[in-house]
Structures are given as structure tokens and as C-alpha cells.
């Protein structure tokens, strides 16, 4: 696997293995038996964010890539009107929910080291904002809701291109061979909690 390369690199890769038996120490012999613990759930492929990302914007359905550019478009949107109401009613703490969005964001990846709690603050959000809004408080009420509406939307794009990523591993033993090989995916073992993987030759 070339430097930097991602799972999209497939084509030009050349993994080692002729298929998931060839692999040291995998738990299972051929792809048929891993398919089969993924539909009991005991086992379950975890996926890089980014290589989940670019693998989507190429192979995704139109449904899935309009769904995700949609939950785009709509941060960008709400970003503008944010800074258009400021300067409209002079209500200059409406800008900060452009920086609350960046902030935002950037936590709510599902990669996120404090993704745990991060998802804690996007279901306290909405009681947060409730709260505010019947107190008076509109525009902490407001900014409140960029935060949880960025949330909802980064986690929402997150899980349609991780899904159908995971699903297509699950269906093309040489897209997974290419995609375990550069470490954008691993195998889990649920009873055990054991994680199967390989450390890419770049790091």
C-alpha cells in the first residue's frame, strides 16, 4: 500500500492476502464464515471516518450523497443567516454561532476522542434550549440551537457514509482485504471486545 494511500486506492493496490485466511492471525478462514458472525452480531467492522468519507463521495448512492450534501448545505446556510441577522438587528452575539458551529463540528465527529460526551451535549442541547427559550432567553436559546443542530446534522452525515461503507466490506472480500491492509477498517470481536487490525506503513 502506497503512502498515504486509502481504501479508494484499491485499484492500485496490491494486498498480500488472497483472501481473509491468508491473513495472520484473523479469526476466521474464509470471508463466507465473517459475513456470517457480522449478521449475529458477534463480530462487527469498525471504519475510518475518512476513508468512509472518500469512499462515499465516489460510490454512495444518489440518495445517500444528496442526503449528506443537503445536512452540508444546511450548516452553510444557517452559518449565513446567522452573521445576516447580526448585522440586520444588531444583536452582535448572533455571530458567535459561527464560531459555536467550527467548535462544534469539530467534536461531533464520531472519531472524536470525546465523542462520548460530546453526544451528552447534543441530547442535553435540546433540554437546554427548551429551557432557555420559555425563560426569555432567546438568543442563548438560539445559539444553543446551532450547536445542537450541528451535532445532529455532523453525526447524521457520519453514520449514512460509515454505514454504507461497512456494508459494502461486508459484501467485497477484495474491497476489505484493500481496506484492512491500509488500516481503514478492523474487525471486532463483540463477546470478547478484541480488535483485529493492521498498522498502515505510513505512521
Not at 453526544?119 to 442535553?124: F, I, N, P, S
Amino acid at each position: 500500500m502506497k503512502p498515504h494511500a486509502t481504501v479508494i486506492d484499491r485499484a492500485e493496490s496490491q494486498p498480500e492476502w488472497q483472501g481473509v485466511g491468508d491473513i495472520a492471525g484473523f479469526p476466521f478462514e474464509t470471508f463466507d464464515q465473517m459475513q456470517a458472525a457480522a449478521a449475529i452480531k458477534s463480530f462487527n467492522i469498525g471504519v475510518d471516518p475518512l476513508a468512509a468519507a472518500q469512499w462515499a463521495s465516489r460510490f454512495n448512492d444518489g440518495t445517500r450523497k444528496a442526503v449528506v450534501t443537503a445536512l452540508s448545505l444546511l450548516l452553510v446556510t444557517a452559518a449565513v443567516a446567522s452573521a445576516v441577522a447580526a448585522m440586520v438587528t444588531g444583536n452582535y452575539w448572533l455571530i458567535a454561532a459561527v464560531l459555536i458551529q467550527g467548535a462544534v463540528f469539530y467534536v461531533s465527529h464520531p472519531a472524536s476522542p470525546i465523542r462520548k460526551w460530546v453526544t451528552v451535549g447534543g441530547a442535553l442541547s435540546v433540554v437546554a434550549f427548551v429551557d432557555l427559550l420559555f425563560n426569555g432567553w432567546v438568543t442563548a436559546a438560539t445559539l444553543v440551537a446551532y450547536a445542537g443542530l450541528t451535532f445532529a446534522a455532523v453525526r447524521a452525515a457520519a453514520f449514512i457514509t460509515n454505514s454504507s461503507f461497512r456494508k459494502a466490506l461486508l459484501k467485497d472480500e477484495e474491497l476489505f482485504l484493500a481496506a484492512y491492509a491500509s488500516g481503514a477498517c478492523t474487525l471486532r470481536n463483540n463477546r470478547t471486545d478484541r480488535v483485529y487490525g493492521v498498522v498502515p506503513d505510513n505512521l
